[in-house]
């Protein structure tokens, strides 16, 4: 009895036939129909749910490891870069740089406050290869005369957001990456990453992308957005 009912179900769920063997009275009959109705609506649940999970478009973008404070174009800078991995089409992308301090209120309420850095370079038309976001620090910068100390004392934290339109599935993306003060390099540049190859072909060397070098004989001032030498 039990070797027959586990071959119904099997029978009924997998839909193969029932060959010399099928109910003979009507509780059998009803237990066919429940199984079949059961069997057919978990296909369709199963089958749904794993279209979803792959069919879910996912970016994959590399973060460098480390925010840089440093100088670009003769103005001390915070830099942050990144590169998408796939090397797909992401069009009209588009990047946001929060910084998450500690602050006090008038009335001394500790709270963790939002603000959104200025970015020079917010949007890519195309974005395909490698992304490097800048942010001046002049007098209307909320990172102007911050120092390491300064940054350990608020908490710093930062989030970087990017979203897009991928033009493989034709749908669009987010992801974010977070980091914190003591993910700041200082006085230091990202290595060039994009370069010709054995063959003359440009090409990008992700085993560089999260590599550092000092400044050569200079120093960022970000006090007096200034450089020295």
């Known amino acids: 009895m039990v070797v027959g009912s586990f071959l119904l179900l099997h029978w009924t769920l997998a839909t193969v036939g029932y060959g010399d063997m ?32 792959f069919a ?65 370079r917010e949007q890519s038309p195309i974005f395909s290869l490698s992304w490097t976001l800048f942010h001046v620090i002049d007098e209307q910068s909320l990172l ?27 749908q669009d993306v987010h992801v974010r990456q977070a980091y914190t003060y003591q993910d700041i390099v200082w006085n230091h540049r990202y290595l060039d990453i994009l370069g010709p190859n054995e063959a003359g072909v440009l090409e990008l060397d992700y085993t560089r992308f999260h590599m550092t070098e000092a400044l050569p004989d200079r120093q960022v001032d970000v006090h007096a957005a200034s450089v020295t030498a």
Do not use: C
Request: aromatic fraction near 10%.
């Open 144 to 170: 102007w005369n911050m120092t390491a100390a300064d940054f350990e004392a608020v908490d710093a934290s930062f989030l970087l957001t990017v979203t897009g339109h991928d033009e493989t599935s034709g």
């Open 22 to 53: 099928h109910p003979q009275s009507t509780y059998a009959h009803v237990i066919a129909t429940v199984e079949i109705f059961f069997g057919l609506s978990m296909l369709a649940v199963v089958t749904g749910l794993v279209f979803q999970r």
């Open 56 to 120: 879910r478009p996912r970016a994959r973008i590399l973060f460098a490891q480390k925010l840089l404070m440093t100088q670009h174009e003769g103005k001390p800078t915070f830099m942050v870069r990144m590169a998408n991995e796939r090397h797909n089409a992401i069009s009209n992308a588009t990047a946001k740089l929060w910084y998450l301090r500690a602050e006090v209120s008038a009335e001394g309420q500790h709270y963790r406050r939002f603000h959104t850095l200025r970015l020079d």
